[in-house]
């Protein structure tokens, strides 16, 4: 079964600097996507950035930015220049290709040091 | 970009009751959708996923008596919550994907209350 992995239950950050959220995962498969989602007070899901597995390159969106290193099964979000409105609970998630099923890390909520 | 929409946002009911809250794909057909579960400060947690025509696959430990789901075209979803006890009290979210290899759109979530 595949295990999604956030270690760091809450993190906080000074406004303007850079964190970086942990993620680890159990895969057998080789094919597969991850995401980091972004759920603010509102509760809505929001996805942050993907990577496919079968990617060397590290995607990046803006300010945020993965370190994904597939040997280690580790999938870890760079946030820089952090702002107010980044404050959420982020989770990791994994994603079989050809399955649509998402499975979830159990979440690390960013607070932001005005 | 492509919306899901969730109905009720918040809904309180008693003990006893049936609730029905529905997921809609606004501007594009899902043919799955998928319904979480989301307990106070804790991870999504997937109950079904809502396959269009066809019955609905449940995770292990739902009870699919209780949760029961409806995808009766490729744009709506309803999960009904039958005979809801206080221990249903949740936050709900569904999900939904326009095509394979596409991430998942969700929904804005409900919150049930069972008193």
């Known amino acids: 079964a595949q295990t999604v992995t956030q270690s760091q239950p809450e993190m906080s950050v000074q406004e303007a600097e850079t964190v970086t959220l942990s993620c680890t995962y159990d895969?057998?498969?080789?094919?597969?996507?991850l995401f980091w989602y972004k759920q603010p007070p509102s509760r809505q899901m929001i996805l942050v950035i993907r990577?496919?597995?079968?990617?060397?390159q590290n995607a990046t969106e803006n300010r945020f930015s993965v370190n994904f290193q597939k040997a280690a099964k580790s999938f870890s979000l760079k946030i820089s220049d952090s702002q107010l409105g980044d404050a959420a609970m982020y989770f990791c998630a994994y994603r079989v290709s050809g399955n649509e099923k998402l499975t979830f890390g159990t979440g690390t909520r960013l607070t932001i040091i005005p | 970009g492509a919306v899901v929409s969730q109905h009720p946002s918040r809904v309180i009911c008693k003990s006893g009751t049936s609730v029905k809250i529905e997921c809609r794909s606004l501007?594009?057909?899902?043919?799955?959708m998928f319904w979480y579960r989301q307990f106070p400060k804790q991870s999504l947690m997937l109950m079904a996923t809502?396959?269009?025509?066809?019955?609905?696959?449940?995770e292990q430990g739902v009870e699919k008596d209780k949760f029961l789901i409806n995808h009766a075209s490729l744009t709506l979803s309803t999960l009904t919550v039958t005979s809801a006890h206080p221990e249903d009290s949740s936050f709900y979210i569904c999900s939904a994907t326009d095509r394979a290899y596409s991430p998942l759109h969700f929904g804005n979530g409900t919150r049930l209350t069972v008193t």
């Open positions: 895969t057998s498969e080789s094919d597969y996507y």
């Open positions: 501007d594009f057909q899902a043919t799955t």
């Open positions: 990577q496919e597995a079968y990617k060397q």
């Open positions: 809502s396959n269009e025509g066809s019955k609905a696959t449940y």
